[in-house]
């Protein structure tokens, strides 16, 4: 009986870690160091989201259709009539700058400090939203991906419910393709360890 290959190491659990920025013009660069994918985010002036519900879920559709001939019960081709890409998580973190990511944009302005600081948030109108890049980046940084250009098309739906329940802000990303200076496709991952197999 044949023997299956099995490497622990490429079979992933838990979450990781999100981070976003505005108006990236320029893709990370990242170094792999000790089998880890090497990426500075916080001198970079990338910003964590935090604590999420359940982490993060992407979502990769492609739709086809066939073509064919009388001669042939199968097609005899088949072509990518679309594809979409979506980027969810709720989070945890009901933050002044998760409000302003969730509602694509915005305008926050800040007085006081210490215990007299006050954020006042107001969202952009209908054409006025910006987009946002996203990041995850494993928690045992074997892996990262970068999405340059995301827009959240998702309803936003907040919950201030009973005391045992956390309040989420859910959101879904819609990938876009970004300008061929930052990147030419929709998204980059980069492996290190064990999830990296490339020849």
């Not at 660069?29 to 500075?40: E, L, Q, R």
């Not at 064919?68 to 709720?90: C, D, H, L, M």
């Not at 926050?108 to 400090?113: A, D, K, P, T």
Request: glycine share 10%; with cysteine; proline share 6%.
């Amino acid at each position: 009986m044949a023997t299956p290959t099995i490497a622990p190491g490429q079979v992933k659990t838990g979450p990781g870690i999100i981070y976003y920025k505005y108006g990236l013009t320029t893709m990370p660069a990242p170094t792999a160091a000790g089998s880890k994918v090497v990426y500075d985010f916080v001198t970079n002036t990338w910003v964590q989201v935090g604590a999420t519900d359940a982490g993060l879920t992407y979502n990769e559709s492609t739709s086809v259709e066939a073509i064919r001939v009388a001669e042939s019960q199968y097609p005899i081709r088949r072509v990518t009539t679309e594809k979409e890409g979506t980027v969810s998580f709720s989070l945890a973190h009901i933050s002044d700058l998760n409000w302003k990511l969730a509602m694509n944009g915005g305008t926050i302005v800040v007085s006081g400090s210490g215990a007299t600081k006050l954020s006042a948030y107001v969202p952009p109108l209908m054409g006025a939203e910006v987009r946002v890049a996203l990041a995850f980046h494993s928690l045992d940084e074997e892996e990262l991906i970068v999405w340059p250009q995301c827009f959240n098309g998702g309803s936003v739906e907040t919950a201030r419910a009973a005391l045992e329940t956390k309040a989420l802000l859910p959101v879904e990303f819609g990938v876009e393709l970004p300008d061929a200076s930052v990147l030419t496709t929709p998204y980059k991952r980069w492996t290190a360890g064990s999830l990296a197999q490339g020849t």
